[in-house]
């Protein structure tokens, strides 16, 4: 059964910093592009940024562009996320998603999201 | 890259058939035939309901279809029943730079 657990979510002050994993079984990671796909609460879904099986192709919105990194452990199964920086707007259930093999922006697996609060 | 449009809310009857839009540009809904629709329940994550335009991932019902016809990208609901009531997005790739684009989802009530 393939699974996605997010950690690392919390409340944090506007400028801070905040590093998220997501924890990845039941499938081969390895052969997986990996995303990171936010809600600001009572808001719709926005993607922030996705990377390749290998890391080699990174990719972030324009709003995160600067001050996240994406980056993955496939000897641990894991997907993490450093958010640097960090802005009011930025508070949002950040949930881990799966691409689907061979069809870029198709998230075929979620975690059951972590909650990212920005407040002082 | 601006959001799709959807309307923000839909509403049918059990039985009954509803349709979402979602509205892009060239650049992206008009593009590609990577449209995707999710469903989420109050609390929960999204799940993939339909993926490239009209592919239904296995053990979703067959009552969900999609379709596309220039920009506009189309979710289709047979036979709707209680269950069916979330709220949904759809999602298109938007090229290499930005890749994902959402629209901004849809509320659907079953009356």
């Known amino acids: 059964e393939v699974q996605l657990v997010e950690s690392g979510g919390g409340l944090v002050k506007p400028g801070g910093s905040l590093r998220l994993s997501c924890a990845a079984s039941g499938f081969t990671f390895s052969s997986y592009s990996m995303n990171w796909v936010r809600q600001a609460p009572g808001k719709g879904l926005e993607w922030v940024s996705s990377?390749?099986?290998?890391?080699?192709?990174?990719y972030y919105a324009d709003s995160v562009k600067g001050r996240f990194t994406i980056s993955r452990d496939n000897a641990k199964n894991s997907l993490y996320l450093q958010m640097n920086s960090l802005r009011a707007e930025d508070t949002a259930v950040y949930y881990c998603?799966?691409?689907?093999?061979?069809?870029?922006?198709?998230?075929?697996?979620w975690g059951q999201g972590t909650l990212v609060t920005v407040s002082s | 890259q601006s959001a799709l449009t959807q309307p923000a809310s839909v509403s049918g009857s059990p039985g009954q058939s509803i349709t979402i839009s979602c509205t892009g540009t060239?650049?992206?809904?008009?593009?590609?035939?990577?449209v995707s629709w999710y469903q989420q329940h109050p609390g929960k994550a999204p799940k993939l309901m339909i993926y490239?335009?009209?592919k239904r991932p296995s053990g979703v019902s067959n009552r969900f279809s999609g379709s596309k016809s220039g920009n506009t990208a189309s979710l289709t609901i047979s036979g709707l029943q209680a269950e069916d009531e979330a709220d949904y997005y759809c999602?298109?790739?938007?090229?290499?730079?930005?890749?994902?684009?959402f629209g901004g989802g849809t509320k659907l009530t079953v009356l």
């Open positions: 990377i390749s099986s290998s890391s080699s192709y990174i």
């Open positions: 998603a799966r691409d689907r093999l061979g069809a870029v922006t198709t998230y075929d697996y």
């Open positions: 060239s650049s992206d809904v008009g593009s590609y035939n990577l």
């Open positions: 490239e335009v009209s």
């Open positions: 999602c298109s790739y938007a090229g290499s730079s930005t890749l994902g684009v």
